[in-house]
Structures are given as C-alpha cells and as structure tokens.
Nanobody
Framework: QVQLVESGGGLVQAGGSLRLSCAAS????????MGWYRHAPGKQRDLVAV???????HYADSVKGRFTISSDNAKNTVYLQMNSLKPEDTAVYYC????????????????WGQGTQVTISS
C-alpha cells in the first residue's frame, strides 16, 4: 500500500504561481516515477506531468513552459511548480505513483491522494 498526501493548492489570480507537493509513503519499492493529474468538473482526469526516478520529465502540451515537475527521491516526494496560471488550470490536482516503461509511458498504480484544489480567478 502507498499513501499519497497532496498539499499546496489554493486560490490565486491569473498569472500567479503555486507550488504543489506530494509525499508518498508506504511500500514505494516498485515506484520509479510519479506524476500529477488534474480533474476539472465535467472533464476527464488528465495527466499533467511525470517525472521518473532518473529525472526524465514529460508534460502535457497545455502546461509546457509554465509548469515544472521535480522530485526528491530520498523523500519520495514530488513537486509541481505552476507559473503563469490560467483559469483553465482550475481543477483538483492529484499526485500519483507508478512506473515508466522503456518507451517513457507512465503507468500509475492504483494509489491516489485526496487531491488539492487549485482555483485560478480571472
């Protein structure tokens, strides 16, 4: 079992910044990557960013150039620095733990935190 705890969400104006954190605990032996998803009302849960234990990163096109994912492997913690926020970034953000295959595809395990609300006002 893996426990995930997200934090750092809040309400900011468009153009502002937030930094999300997610700490993983429990049986993280099989985890070699962590990612961030977001879920807005009426939309599917979308993958935002992924980072592998080796430091390789991938981003959704919608956040490239604005968001930066980073991690502290020793602490099993992943961060998401969000800059130049837009109203369309409003969503509940969830972190995930999983693995990346040789091709770079991310496969989340069935472990999810409670999510953290990010609201961007116009």
């Amino acid at each position: 079992q893996v426990q995930l705890v997200e934090s750092g969400g809040g309400l900011v104006q468009a153009g502002g910044s937030l930094r999300l954190s997610c700490a993983a605990s429990g049986n993280t032996f099989r985890v070699n990557a962590m990612g961030w998803y977001r879920h807005a009302p009426g939309k599917q849960r979308d993958l935002v960013a992924v980072i592998s234990s080796g430091g390789n990163t991938h981003y959704a096109d919608s956040v490239k150039g604005r968001f930066t994912i980073s991690s502290d492997n020793a602490k099993n913690t992943v961060y998401l620095q969000m800059n130049s926020l837009k109203p369309e970034d409003t969503a509940v953000y969830y972190c995930s733990a999983g693995h990346v295959d040789y091709a770079g595809t991310y496969y989340p395990y069935d472990y999810w935190g409670q999510g953290t609300q990010v609201t961007i006002s116009s």
